[in-house]
């Protein structure tokens, strides 16, 4: 016959092994959660990381759309004041051959 001492170690022994086998699988769980977590992490650290990008490209393109419309605008204005000038030149010059011209006449 099996002394209750032995049946309680025996009971015990059952119960460490299945407390064993229970550390494993939370092991394996645990080991299977992280790195599940650590796939999330990677997938969401990509989509963030594309939509950065995205956002960048925008803003440059938006960035440089804005200093070619601003070129053009300073172009423009450079064109119109060079005819405004080339137009006062053109002026003055008439102007200046009518003086050299009536200096001569007067002088003779």
């Given at each position: 016959?099996?002394?209750?001492?032995?049946?309680?170690?025996?009971?015990?022994?059952?119960?460490?092994?299945?407390?064993?086998?229970?550390?494993?699988?939370?092991?394996?769980?645990?080991?299977?959660?992280i790195d599940l977590?650590?796939?999330?992490?990677?997938?969401?650290?990509?989509?963030?990381?594309?939509?950065?990008k995205a956002n960048e490209?925008?803003?440059?393109?938006?960035?440089?759309?804005?200093?070619?419309?601003?070129?053009?605008?300073?172009?423009?204005?450079?064109?119109?004041?060079?005819?405004?000038?080339?137009?006062?030149?053109?002026?003055?010059?008439?102007?200046?051959?009518?003086?050299?011209?009536?200096?001569?006449?007067?002088?003779?």
């Amino acid at each position: 016959m099996v002394s209750k001492i032995e049946q309680a170690v025996e009971h015990l022994t059952k119960v460490e092994n299945k407390l064993d086998e229970l550390y494993e699988i939370a092991k394996f769980y645990r080991k299977e959660l992280i790195d599940l977590a650590s796939k999330e992490a990677e997938k969401l650290k990509a989509r963030i990381l594309e939509q950065a990008k995205a956002n960048e490209d925008r803003l440059y393109s938006e960035e440089v759309s804005m200093a070619e419309e601003a070129a053009k605008e300073i172009l423009a204005k450079g064109v119109w004041e060079a005819n405004a000038v080339r137009k006062k030149a053109d002026e003055m010059r008439a102007e200046a051959e009518k003086l050299v011209l009536d200096a001569i006449l007067r002088g003779k």
